[in-house]
Structures are given as structure tokens and as C-alpha cells.
């Protein structure tokens, strides 16, 4: 034979490898390979193969047949599997028919087991037994996916731990009545709402209640592993009885907030006055402790979600982050893999629908982002809201998402609660082992709609005919253990009777009020933004950058960039004539904040160098590419500085530095945006937990979001960093938004806010310079970091020396306030003062009240922005600078006109009206 011809890839190198075996040790291979070996020598020469005289000839294609037929089964076995429990059939695949290879079950019976290879062989005495036992693996209720996985280690330990059935439950090694107690208790609560709060919403778990013990059996067996924090995200489905039965809330407090009591007065008064809104019971999370009491105890995290499906991804990824993260150490933050835990459930439309499950899968080998694994469960119900799959995905399977980064991906049927255990073993062994992703794609059905109010029937009428018909998974448990004489049909029924007493009489003495507890942060203490102490003497400051510019020997600067930071070496000389420029002032202000022991994370879109050429933060020989950060290198640091270039997404990235900073709220955790109008694709993590958080679910975040914003001709992209949208969300004292004018308010607010890091935590929102980034007009004095403060309202200090001249006060914030004083109608007119609003909200009265009251023969007051009006922050301070003004003074605003764009397309027509807007604001005619 013609063994190029007749053979194929890795089925070639198999036989041969078989045959040269056999030649060097016939006693290597198997009786019935033996037999075949010594009959026939393959050639590679064209010339046939030779046989003994008086033997058969044996037939090669039928040896190849058998090998790819078992090779098909293994990687594609899936397709034959009944993975759906309402009976649909799988679409199956011909390479997995012996016909396909022109095979016949008596020529496999004819054929050695060692042919087919792996565990099976040892087991069988013939082909034909070990590929009916590769389908019984490979096509029963587990469908194993790994075809497009890269790594021969991995490929090669998943196939041993299914054919070995290693991780498969047994009725000697498992207690199966538990696991009917676990189904019991799942099916009987979402039964007990059902009954006792019709039409409520709760989205139930039915269909999927196996979900529940796989949950625990995961989180048991990491238990027994070095994790210290497990991190559950999840949407709506099945989240009420993943709360009680995997998170151990209380039933009380659940049934509680069914029956949604308004407490006292007293309460309502208090809602009035905070703000506290708090979310519905199937968005909320909840935290417990297993291993309480020993030195190591593990903590269970399920962190809220709303109704934005898969939104928590990132930002349970960003807790995991955080909590396998050390920092209690000058240098680099150090990543331990294995002391935190990521488990996710998606929703199945979501899971191919929503780009943010790729954001984050992305995540997954990069600098700053690994996790060291995560498992995902997708809650497979077949089904979007009305939906179908045909509707919703233009894949065969809702987890083909996952395919193009690498993971594995086991499908399985959850009516079949032993292989589904047996899943969820696989699952936390590989991670262990590898350190990577899993994906589970648990496959069941919703028993209701949507919701429980919704009728599914109008649209699937023929599916939920064979729901309503279906028996649940615990009465198809149950059902098989009296069948196999392990309970009685008595005993099985005992239990459902007696979760129902349980739970009605928890029901029975139900108080409401008692039983709801709302997580409401304690309020800050009163004053505690304006008491902090942001000043650093200047031997601090100097000592800092003396170490910030410290250089290894041997280090190679590029020329040019050598030339750009030569004037930060005289920077500090002079208190009062020395300039220190943006890029500087933020430099020393981090620097200052890790010597005073707290840690810091920055992150963003090219942030290492800065978008706009200014930070150098990571530096790089010229010579030999070696990297270097000084600000992992103080010698004062008392705590990690870590800053990573993220990927280019802003919703997976924001939402990643939103959960890390949730996790250690400790650390002051940066996140810059390449323009700041790249925040526009971050809108939902904004939205739903920066801005909202608080009120909702009692978080208190203190993320810093950097966005550059500034009119300058780039046109209606990359000009604004939408404060608008911030303003209209500004509410309860819940963000802090600033656009600084000087480098040294920078400074100031950037170690405020980590100075309020544990007693008055905030989102800021700093709309951050470009072209100012270099302007001398920008940059401070040294003498303004060593004895300044924050100041959220900076008065014009020229116009005070003759303030009964001025009859216009002109206030603005940022860039425009540095167009207006450079402009050549500045010095022409005494009779305007211009102030600036350097902190947008809140808007302190006590800071704008002076400035307005300081020029007795002040005839009118104007805010002036860049934007047009119905952008920037006009909209947001006209209602609280009309209050302020009280009637004394007309208020006006000088803007661009309403637009639906937010600037120009052409850099002429900028320059045009932007000089228009400066002239206004100084035409008092």
C-alpha cells in the first residue's frame, strides 16, 4: 500500500507509531494488534503490503476507518448527544456513522480495541466495544466541545477525565438523597412563591434546578483548594434560589421583600432625605462566610446586577482581580492566581448577543486582567425573552462565543443530575489544573415566561405543550432512586412536605419590617471633603522627584524624549518662579500618595505613555527595549503602584476597574480614556453602578475616571468629554466633577481623593486637559503644592484689585478659562472678571457665594463654555446658580447654539467660534 495515500495526518503517525512499536517489542501492543503486525508490514514505496502466505490479507482502510470513526466521535460526538430534556433530536453529523467509512459493526468487531486508543481500549476486546463505550461518553446527555482548542496538554487531560470517567458521581461515593434534598428545597421555594405570591416576578429557576447543587459543588471543592474569595455574577434566572441555597440568605428576608412593606414613617423620612432607593429583590447580592472561624476562612461574594444581563462580567472579573492582588509592598502589584474564584452564569441569548461577554473573555491572558481562570455556566433555556434561538444567534450553540478564545465548552442536559455534577467537577478540576477559562453550557427550558406574568405560550405554543407535559428534575431524581431501591416513594414525598411546613411556617410569623435589611452606607462625616490635607512640604516633593527621575545605569532615553523631560530636573528649584506642567504634577501627587502607604492602580487606553505624549510613566531604552517605571522604583513608596495600557473597550474596561475598586476600596484605582468621548461606550457600567451604586446597593465606589476635554478643532469626536451626561446624573452627592485649570488643582484633587478613600468615598470624574497639558498658563508654581488646598471655586485675582469696576462676572471652568485670560480682549475691559467653577458638582454655595458677592457695582453674572447649549454644564448650573443669584443679578449664557453634534468638522470654523465666544464674553455693549 501507498501509507501517504491510504493514511492521514495524526492517523498515519498513530499506526506507525503502533508498528514500530511492535517491531521493537512485539509484546508493547496488544494480543489482537500483535496478530495483525505480524501478518502485515506497511511500505511507503506504492508496492503492496506483505502478508504471510497463509494468513488474510488484512484490509488498511478498514484500520483507517476505525481510527477516524473514533476520532469523529471524540471531537464531535456533541452533535449526537441528547442534550435537550424536552426530547428535541440532535442534529448529529455522518462522520459519526460507521457507514461514513464504509465500516460495518462486525468488521470493528474484528478489529483490536488498541486501534481506538485511550482508556476505552483497556476495557474493551474489540473496536466495536471501544467506540459504543467513546458514544456512550461522547453522545449520551454530555456533549464535550474541544475540537478548536490549541494546547495538546489540555486537549489531552480533558479527554483521560472523560474517558476515565474521573469526575463521575456514583451511589458508593455520593450521597444521592442529599442531592434530592438539594432539588427538593430548590423546586419546593420556587413553588412556595409561586403559590403564595401569584403574578409576582421572581424568574424562576425551574427547568434549570440543577444549576443550584452544581453551584455548591464547585464552591465545596474550592473550598477544599487555597481560594479565599469566590465571586458569583449572574442575571435574573434562578438568582432568589441561588440566594438562599447556594448564598444562604435567610428565607425571612426574601419573603420579606415579596411583601414589599413601606416600614415607618420614619423610614420614608430617611428615604426623603438620602436618597435611598435600593433595587428590586432579583437584582440584589449578598455575602457569607464558609470556613468562619478558621485563619483562612473563604469568602462567598454574589455581587447585585441589573437588569443590563451580562454587565457584571467585568466587574466581577475586576473583584476577582482585586482580591488575588497584593499590594502591601513598594514595587509592582503582585497577582496570585488561586486565591480568588470567578464563577459567572449568563443567559443564553445574552450570552451570543451582548458584546461585553467578548470584552471580557479579552481579558482573560492579558497584563493587569488575568484572573487565573474563571468558569462560566450559560443557564440554557432555549429561549430569549419571546425569542428563539434561530432569533438570536447564527450559531449552532449559544457558547460558540467562547470557541474563538480557547475555552472548553461541555454541553449537558439538566434533567441528568449526575452527569451534570460530574460537569461541574470537570469544570473546577481543570481550572485547578490549567488556570484557565470553562464554560458549562447547561441546557434545560423555562417552565413559565419570561417572567412569571409573561404567557409563554403565545409564541412557543408547541414547546411549552411539552413543558407542561414534562416531569421536574427532582421528580425525575427522585423517580430513579426508588427505582433503584436507594428511597422509598414515602420518603421522596416526606421531603417536599416538609420544605413546604418549613416554609409556611417562616411564613406564618413573618414580620416585614424586621426581617429587611437594606445595605445603606453610614454618610460621610460632616465636612470631611473640605478637612483634607492635600499640601506637601517641599523637601517631600523634592526628595519624590529626585527618585522619579533617577535612571537605572546603562538606561538609554530616547533623544527626544530625553529632551522633553529636561525641564522637569529645575522644575522645583524656585518655590514661587519654577513651573511644574501637568504630566509633573500628576507624577509627584501619585508619588506622595504611595508614600503615604496607599496603593494605586491606573489603567487606560494608551495611558502608560499618555495619549497626548505627556505621562512617560512606563519608559523604554532606546537600545534594547527594556522597560522601566520609576513609580514602581520610590524608595518612600509604602504601598504597590501598578498602571496597565487596557484594551481598547471602554464598557468591559470601566466595568473591570468598577469591580476592583468595589473589592478594595482601600486603593485609589485610575481609569483614562483615550478621548474622553470614548466614555460614550461605557455608558452602561456608568449608568447602572458608578453613578447609582450607592443608592441601589449600598456600594461605595471611589473610581477616578480621567477624560481628556477641550475644544481645539479635532472636530465633533474627540473634543468633549460629555459632562453633560455626568451633570444629569449628578444627584445625592453621589459623583464628584471637576475641570481644573492648573496643574497644582490637580495635584490637590487627585490626593483628596485618595485621602477620602475610607471616610468620604466618590466616583470623580476629571475632565483632563490636551493642548493645556504643555500651556504655560496651565502650569503651578511649586509654592502651590506646598502650601495650596483644593479649590473647588478659583475668584479672577486681577479683577479683585479693582472690583468696583467690574460690572460683568464671567465664570467657566477649564480650557475656556485659559482661552478667555490669553485673549486680547482681556486686558482692553476691567468691567469683566472671570472666575472659575474648577468642581462642577456638587456645586458648593459657600465657594460660588463669596464670588459673587465680592464686586459691589456687579450688574449682570454669565456663564461662558465651549460646548454648544444644550452639552457642557450650563443646563446643570443654571437652576443652582439662579438660586444662588436670587433675582439680584440677570443670569446668561454665551455657548455655541444647540446642537445635535457637539463641534465642528472643520478646525477654521472652530477657531471662528471660539474667538466669536471669547469676544462675547467680554462685550458689554
Not at 512485539?26 to 494468513?55: L, M, Q
Not at 460526538?77 to 461514513?100: N, V
Not at 432568589?240 to 412593606?261: G, W
Request: glycine fraction near 6%; charge should be negative; aromatic fraction near 8%.
Amino acid at each position: 500500500m501507498n501509507l501517504l495515500h491510504d493514511f492521514h495526518g495524526p492517523n498515519a503517525g498513530y499506526i506507525l507509531e503502533l508498528y514500530e512499536r511492535y517491531q521493537q517489542d512485539p509484546n508493547s501492543v496488544d494480543p489482537e494488534t500483535r496478530a495483525y503486525f505480524k501478518e502485515w508490514t506497511p511500505t511507503t514505496n506504492g508496492a503492496p503490503a506483505i502478508t504471510a502466505a497463509a494468513a488474510p490479507a488484512v484490509n488498511t482502510d478498514k484500520l483507517v476507518g476505525a481510527v477516524n470513526l473514533a476520532q469523529a466521535v471524540r471531537e464531535y460526538g456533541h452533535l449526537a448527544a441528547q442534550l435537550d430534556p424536552l426530547g428535541t433530536p440532535p442534529p448529529g453529523d455522518s462522520a459519526l456513522d460507521e457507514a461514513y467509512y464504509d465500516l460495518t459493526e462486525d468488521n470493528l468487531r474484528q478489529l483490536p480495541a488498541s486501534l481506538i486508543g485511550g482508556p476505552v481500549a483497556e476495557d474493551s476486546d474489540n473496536a466495536l466495544q471501544a467506540i459504543n463505550q467513546l458514544r456512550q461518553i461522547y453522545s449520551s446527555t454530555i456533549g464535550y466541545d474541544y475540537d478548536h482548542m490549541r494546547q495538546f496538554e489540555e486537549r489531552s487531560w480533558l479527554r483521560q477525565a472523560a474517558e476515565t470517567s474521573r469526575f463521575r458521581p456514583s451511589p458508593e461515593q455520593d450521597n444521592y438523597g442529599a442531592l434530592l434534598q438539594q432539588l427538593t428545597a430548590v423546586e419546593v421555594f420556587e413553588r412556595f412563591l409561586h403559590r403564595t405570591f401569584p403574578g409576582k416576578t421572581r424568574f424562576s429557576i425551574e427547568g434549570l434546578d440543577i444549576m443550584v447543587p452544581m453551584l455548591n459543588e464547585i464552591i465545596g471543592r474550592a473550598s477544599h483548594a487555597k481560594f479565599r474569595t469566590i465571586l458569583l455574577g449572574m442575571a435574573h434566572r434562578g438568582r432568589l434560589n441561588v440566594l438562599t441555597h447556594v448564598q444562604d440568605k435567610d428565607y425571612a428576608e426574601i419573603l420579606a421583600e415579596f411583601k414589599d412593606p413601606v416600614t415607618s414613617e420614619n423610614a420614608v423620612a430617611q428615604y426623603l432625605a438620602t436618597g435611598w432607593t435600593g433595587d428590586v429583590k432579583y437584582h440584589k447580592g449578598v455575602m457569607h462566610t464558609l470556613r468562619a472561624g478558621e485563619a483562612d476562612p473563604l469568602v462567598v461574594s454574589m455581587t447585585p446586577n441589573p437588569s443590563h444581563l451580562e454587565l457584571v462580567n467585568p466587574v466581577v472579573a475586576g473583584m476577582a482581580r482585586a482580591a488575588g492582588t497584593k499590594v502591601d509592598h513598594p514595587g509592582p502589584a503582585e497577582f496570585k492566581p488561586g486565591l480568588s474564584l470567578p464563577i459567572l452564569i449568563h443567559g443564553d441569548a445574552s450570552f451570543s448577543g451582548q458584546g461585553i461577554v467578548a470584552e471580557t473573555f479579552n481579558f482573560r491572558y492579558l497584563r493587569g486582567y488575568d484572573v487565573g481562570g474563571t468558569i462560566h455556566i450559560i443557564a440554557n433555556n432555549q429561549l430569549g425573552f419571546t425569542a428563539e434561538p434561530d432569533d438570536s444567534r447564527s450559531t449552532l450553540y449559544a457558547s460558540d462565543v467562547a470557541k474563538g478564545y480557547k475555552v472548553p465548552i461541555v454541553h449537558v442536559n439538566a434533567d441528568d443530575p449526575e452527569a451534570c455534577l460530574e460537569v461541574a467537577r470537570l469544570a473546577i478540576g481543570y481550572l485547578l489544573e490549567f488556570g484557565r477559562d470553562f464554560v458549562i453550557d447547561l441546557i434545560g427550558y423555562r417552565r413559565y415566561g419570561h417572567n412569571e406574568g409573561d404567557e409563554p405560550r403565545f409564541t412557543q405554543p408547541q414547546m411549552y405543550k411539552k413543558v407542561d407535559e414534562h416531569p421536574t428534575v427532582r421528580e425525575l431524581w427522585a423517580n430513579k432512586l426508588v427505582e433503584q431501591n436507594l428511597i422509598t416513594a414515602e420518603q421522596a414525598q416526606e421531603m417536599v412536605d416538609s420544605h413546604f411546613n418549613k416554609l409556611q411556617e417562616i411564613m406564618n410569623k413573618l414580620d416585614p419590617q424586621e426581617s429587611i435589611v437594606e445595605p445603606e452606607p453610614e454618610p460621610p462625616p460632616p465636612g470631611a471633603a473640605k478637612k483634607a490635607h492635600t499640601a506637601v512640604p517641599i523637601d517631600r516633593l523634592r526628595g519624590l522627584h529626585r527618585s522619579l527621575l533617577d535612571l537605572p545605569e546603562g538606561f538609554t532615553l530616547h533623544p527626544r524624549l530625553s529632551r522633553i523631560l529636561k525641564p522637569r530636573h529645575s522644575a522645583l528649584d524656585d518655590l514661587a518662579e519654577s513651573k511644574v506642567d501637568w504630566a509633573m504634577a500628576e507624577a509627584l501627587a501619585l508619588a506622595s500618595i504611595l508614600e503615604d502607604g496607599i496603593a494605586i492602580r491606573m489603567t487606560g487606553e494608551d495611558v502608560e505613555r499618555g495619549t497626548f505624549s505627556h505621562r512617560h510613566a512606563v519608559l523604554h531604552d532606546a537600545e534594547t527595549g527594556q522597560q522601566y517605571v520609576p513609580m514602581q522604583h520610590l524608595p518612600q513608596a509604602g504601598a504597590a503602584f501598578e498602571i496597565v495600557n487596557s484594551p481598547l473597550t471602554e464598557n468591559g474596561a470601566v466595568g473591570f476597574e468598577y469591580g476592583y475598586n468595589i473589592q478594595e476600596p482601600d486603593r485609589l484605582v485610575i481609569w483614562e480614556a483615550q478621548y474622553g468621548d470614548f466614555i460614550n461606550g461605557a455608558q452602561p457600567v456608568i449608568d447602572e453602578f458608578i453613578v447609582s451604586g450607592r443608592d441601589k446597593w449600598g456600594q461605595t465606589p471611589s473610581l477616578v475616571l480621567l477624560l481628556p476635554h477641550g475644544y481645539e478643532g479635532a472636530g465633533p469626536d474627540h473634543s468633549t468629554g460629555r459632562p453633560e451626561r455626568f451633570l444629569q446624573m449628578a444627584a445625592d452627592i453621589n459623583i464628584r466633577i471637576a475641570n481644573c485649570t492648573t496643574s497644582a488643582q490637580y495635584f490637590h484633587l487627585l490626593r483628596r481623593q485618595a485621602v477620602l478613600l475610607k471616610t468620604d468615598p466618590l466616583p470623580l470624574i476629571i475632565l483632563t486637559p490636551k493642548s493645556l497639558l504643555r500651556n504655560p498658563l496651565a502650569a503651578s508654581p511649586p509654592q502651590d503644592f506646598v502650601e495650596g488646598i483644593w479649590q473647588p471655586v478659583i475668584d479672577d485675582a486681577r479683577a479683585k484689585e479693582s472690583a468696583d469696576k467690574v460690572k460683568r462676572l464671567v465664570l467657566c471652568s477649564g480650557k475656556m478659562y485659559i482661552d478667555l485670560i490669553s485673549s486680547e480682549y482681556r486686558d482692553r475691559n476691567e468691567a469683566v472678571a472671570v472666575a472659575r467653577i474648577e468642581q462642577l458638582y456638587p456645586l458648593l454655595p459657600e465657594a460660588v457665594l463669596p464670588v459673587l458677592e465680592g464686586y459691589p457695582n456687579l450688574a449682570e453674572v454669565m456663564w461662558v463654555q465651549e460646548e454648544p447649549r444644550n452639552m457642557g454644564a450650563w443646563e446643570a448650573l443654571r437652576p443652582q446658580l439662579r438660586k444662588l443669584i436670587d433675582g439680584r443679578w440677570p443670569l446668561s449664557c454665551t455657548s455655541r447654539p444647540r446642537r445635535a453634534s457637539p463641534a465642528e468638522g472643520s478646525s477654521a470654523w472652530h477657531a471662528i467660534n471660539q474667538k466669536e465666544l471669547v469676544r462675547l464674553a467680554f462685550d458689554l455693549e
